[in-house]
């Protein structure tokens, strides 16, 4: 699969970004979320960080699915998300292509 990077800006709260791809001729708009996700949010005792983005992404929002952890730094995680009906949409033109 191939990849496109765009950098965001990071802070507090969601960063909802769309993107329209073609691909063979075909248009598609893509959803995707960016979320700081704080190691103090985490609100139960944790054995490690990944207890903690398990615990945190359990409660997400079930129209998104998970796409991409971020590196994480002292205080956060970034996490992309995207739409669940355009991950369904995006593997199949992957497939096509």
Not at 16 to 35: C, F, L, S, W
Request: hydrophobic share 40%.
């Amino acid at each position: 699969m191939a990849y496109i990077a765009i950098p965001i800006p990071s802070g507090r709260g969601k960063q909802d970004i769309e993107i329209e791809v073609t691909i063979n001729g075909q248009k598609q708009a893509i959803h995707y979320r960016v979320e700081l996700f704080y190691w103090e949010d985490c609100g139960v005792p944790v054995i490690d960080r990944a207890e903690c983005i398990r615990h945190m992404l359990s409660k997400y929002d079930k129209d998104w699915t998970l796409y991409y952890i971020g590196s994480p730094t002292d205080e956060f995680v970034p996490i992309t998300f995207v739409k669940r009906e355009d991950m369904v949409i995006q593997r199949q033109l992957f497939v096509e292509a």
